[in-house]
């Protein structure tokens, strides 16, 4: 049978049942019992006295996020007008390393990069965001 279907394979209230039977101390003795016996499996896959010592194993780097709902917090939102000053400046460092490998010919294109700053700075301090206007330079 394939597909998703209601019905439990262990009903919910098992555990209650057994506890119920056997009383409270023999059940924690069992669930101490079953973690001891886990952990130890844990411990017999991660120790590094098994491992192969290949040493091409890369390292871990970061964390794994299991939680699709979870989400870093430097991540900034799509229309966040902070992308857009960042491209600013990245444009700006591109017109700078393209006009010294011209030799530094010919009059640098002018930016308004202070005026730009300025602007970009005032706008950020504002509560209420109404737009981001080129005109107000």
């Not at 506890?19 to 069992?30: M, N, S, Y």
């Not at 973690?35 to 590094?48: L, P």
């Not at 011209?102 to 209420?128: C, E, F, H, I």
């Amino acid at each position: 049978m394939q597909g998703h279907t209601k019905q439990y394979f262990i009903d919910p209230s098992l555990f209650v049942d057994i506890r119920k039977r056997v009383g409270h101390e023999t059940f924690d003795t069992l669930t101490v019992d079953l973690i001891k016996s886990v952990s130890k499996e844990k411990d017999k896959r991660h120790n590094k006295k098994n491992k192969k010592d290949d040493g091409d194993e890369p390292k871990n780097k970061g964390k794994m996020q299991a939680d699709a709902t979870v989400a870093d917090q430097y991540i900034t939102f799509p229309t966040d007008n902070g992308i857009l000053n960042e491209s600013r400046k990245k444009c700006e460092k591109m017109i700078d390393k393209l006009y010294e490998l011209n030799g530094k010919q010919g009059v640098k294109p002018r930016t308004y990069r202070r005026n730009l700053d300025k602007a970009y700075l005032s706008y950020s301090k504002k509560p209420l965001k109404a737009g981001w206007h080129v005109s107000s330079l």
